[in-house]
């Protein structure tokens, strides 16, 4: 009998189904020469701290660092699943042959190979490995079933990341609950968590010490048309720009050409605004240069799951755990491909099949008709299989989607909408450079001009724009025609202006961030490059963030992540920059893929794991200032279930009650005249909701020494008490009214 094993019941029935296996038993489907199983998820975890020596039951900093000699497993405490698993033993231990059917990803390898080595499997594994579970998908997958042993790197790579997630966790999480909590408050440490978080609290640190700088613009309407002066580049702006070649040089792409570095120096005080207007305002206005340039716009990419999570959470304010669950259930209805991907480009097989899933989309047939009966365009910036590794980008199935809810609809309607549009020819455009001047200072305005809309029909208007180009303010703009020489009368005006804080992180922007490793990149293809060192994965990156809001870490206004004060005070109160920084996580992350390819050594990474982390407990060990972290709640509540149910985590936490709403950060200064979870070490023993100490609480005297970092001392602000350490890093503040 050959026994196949899905990561899901719902998935078993689809493979039993085209199997031929019709018989229904407890925990399995019968037929054919067939025993078609499942798990639910994970079914078996890494063991706990106390399953190696009873010694690390109770938390104490004397037993620190925890480094098993060797790593177990274990079935999750689950009456479900220790039945299911029991089932599963019964199976395989009389099998001629294990199919794994788990999901084609890290992770579901990871999930299956656990459950088979749990129940002693013996005999010979084959693989199923597909990117949807349409009939079709699943008939060719069988058809072609791999060898278990081409996929020992891929579970290499993920059996690391959970021993590499539980050496930080475990450690790092009651290294600092014991030295800097209070009241038994879980201080919870992941090793991707904790450096996402660090982006969102360096962010708003940012905005907060920000100090706005007034300066000043000059312009003048000329024709009906408004021309602003050209501003020459400071030193701070050349290096930066410097900088971002330097990137793109080093990643392989093509550096952005340099610019002669001309105009006004920046307008600083209202005087030299008022003497320049002055000098222009009685003299004419005369075209220089008139630029017309063409140029093509290629379709938007087709979507990995982050992206498609960044354009969710732009265009319909959906969490990434939402538009995860969202893309998911279309996956599990067949209707669109594996989800869990970091790749934006299709293998070269796929193509021969895009005219028949062209014509599965019934609903868009406005869109794919024109498209009947012509050759469909192959371009190297969809299919290129060089940028496919496991699976391609996520496209639909072709099957005519049925029973999809308002959500789900929106996000299969994007997925389609880009999948068709790869296949229409690039917008055309015209962009038009005119330069002016008037007394020597140069003036300049540009306009741009939709010529072909080309791919650009299939999202609503012909100037539809992308969300990206409305985020950076590039707009169709059709100017006059003008004439090189001509001149005449203008209207000039001088503008106050202020220097903008950084914006806070939003969903989006913090996928983005997270996938680049906290580099600011705007181009695709370096974006593409830098995804090597990107934290988390695709598929865990939503968990992280719905983590650090369960923890009460961070908290949402509006659109908006905001840092709560218990996670601005855990990021500044750890000084060890391997366990926050975006850039060294992703070193490791890199580490991790290279496993997968196998050009990096799992016991190497492992060692370097446990190197790390004794290295960080003798750092925080040897720390003899008498720091705390004050918390306004505490939001964590485990049961005696969760205790035995989740080995990531030794307490799985329930959502708090609603967080104290905070004061809102400074808003930005106006223009003055225009225009998986990661941590895995929480305690058993947090099971109170008792209010801990906090600041709010602390009597506050002008003079006294800072309650939070002992150092500086209390000053008066105009709003609010606050601590003479604030330029560095201390974030203690008491408003007057509490």
Not at 200 to 224: A, M
Not at 667 to 694: Q, R
């Amino acid at each position: 009998m050959i026994v196949c094993i899905a990561e899901k019941p719902s998935v078993a029935r689809d493979i039993a189904d085209v199997l031929g296996a019709k018989d229904r038993r407890d925990g399995y489907i019968e037929g054919n020469g067939y025993q078609v199983t499942w798990t639910f998820g994970h079914l078996c975890t890494l063991k706990e701290p106390h399953e190696y020596t009873p010694n690390w039951k109770s938390w104490s900093l004397g037993s620190l660092p925890m480094i098993p000699p060797r790593f177990g497993i274990k079935l999750i405490s689950n009456p479900t699943y220790e039945k299911q698993f029991h089932t599963i033993e019964a199976l395989m231990q009389k099998a001629d042959m294990i199919i794994n059917c788990g999901d084609a990803g890290q992770e579901g390898e990871l999930i299956q190979r656990w459950v088979m080595q749990k129940a002693g499997a013996r005999c010979p594994v084959k693989r199923l490995w597909i990117s949807s579970l349409t009939e079709e998908a699943i008939r060719e997958g069988f058809a072609k079933l791999k060898d278990a042993s081409d996929f020992q790197p891929l579970y290499e790579a993920g059996l690391s990341r959970a021993i590499g997630d539980w050496l930080l966790g475990m450690n790092a999480t009651r290294l600092y609950t014991m030295k800097y909590g209070q009241n038994k408050q879980v201080l919870s440490i992941g090793r991707v968590q904790t450096p996402t978080l660090a982006l969102i609290v360096n962010r708003q640190l940012e905005i907060q010490n920000f100090v706005p700088k007034q300066y000043w613009e000059l312009k003048t309407v000329y024709r009906d048309t408004t021309f602003a002066a050209i501003i020459r580049k400071s030193e701070e702006e050349l290096i930066l720009e410097a900088e971002k070649n330097k990137e793109a040089i080093a990643a392989g792409k093509k550096p952005k050409k340099e610019e002669e570095n001309r105009g006004i120096d920046p307008i600083t005080s209202q005087e030299q605004g008022m003497a320049l207007l002055e000098q222009i305002r009685n003299s004419p206005f005369t075209i220089t240069d008139v630029t017309k340039k063409e140029g093509k716009e290629a379709p938007l990419r087709l979507f990995d799951l982050t992206s498609l999570q960044v354009e969710c959470n732009k265009k319909f304010a959906y969490s990434a755990d939402e538009t995860l669950k969202l893309i998911q259930s279309l996956y599990e209805k067949k209707v669109a491909t594996y989800p869990r991907v970091d790749t934006t480009f299709l293998s070269d097989d796929i193509y021969p099949k895009c005219p028949g899933i062209l014509k599965g989309l019934r609903d868009y047939e406005t869109f794919t008709k024109p498209l009947e009966g012509t050759t469909l365009l192959k371009s190297k910036k969809v299919f290129d299989n060089s940028k496919v590794t496991d699976h391609h980008a996520i496209i639909p199935t072709g099957q005519h989607p049925q029973n999809l809810t308002d959500m789900e609809r929106r996000v299969f309607d994007l997925i389609a909408r880009r999948f068709i549009a790869v296949f229409y020819p690039d917008c055309k455009f015209a962009t038009t450079t005119v330069l002016g001047v008037v007394e020597e200072i140069e003036f300049k305005t540009t306009g741009k001009q939709i010529l072909e809309p080309g791919w650009r029909v299939i999202f609503g208007t012909p100037g539809a724009q992308s969300q990206e180009e409305k985020e950076i303010g590039e707009e169709e703009n059709v100017l006059p025609v003008f004439v090189k020489g001509e001149s005449g009368p203008h209207l000039p005006d001088l503008y106050e202006k202020w220097t903008q804080p950084p914006r806070p992180y939003t969903e989006a922007t913090l996928l983005r961030a997270m996938e680049t490793a906290g580099k600011l990149v705007d181009n695709d293809e370096l974006r593409d490059a830098l995804k090597e060192n990107g934290i988390g994965r695709p598929s865990t990156r939503a968990a992280i963030i719905e983590t650090l809001f369960k923890r009460n870490y961070i908290r949402k206004e509006k659109k908006n992540l905001i840092a709560t004060p218990t996670g601005v005070e855990l990021i500044q109160i750890i000084h060890e920059e391997l366990l926050k920084s975006a850039e060294l996580t992703g070193i490791w992350e890199k580490k991790l893929r290279e496993i997968e390819k196998k050009t990096y050594n799992a016991a190497q990474f492992l060692e370097e794991l446990k190197q790390m982390v004794s290295e960080v407990v003798m750092s925080v060990l040897s720390d003899n200032t008498n720091r705390h972290i004050t918390i306004e709640k505490a939001v964590q509540e485990a049961s005696a279930n969760d205790k035995k149910q989740d080995g990531k985590a030794a307490a799985k936490e329930k959502d708090a009650s609603k967080p104290k709403r905070q004061s809102k950060p400074r808003k930005k200064v106006t223009e003055a005249k225009t225009d998986a979870p990661e941590a895995i070490g929480n305690a058993p023993e947090a099971k109170s909701e008792t209010p801990l100490a906090n600041t709010s609480q602390t009597q506050v005297v002008e003079g006294q020494t800072c309650p939070l970092c002992g150092k500086g001392t209390i000053i008066k602000g105009k709003t609010a008490y606050g601590c003479s350490e604030w330029r560095n890093g201390c974030t203690f503040r008491k408003p007057f009214e509490s």
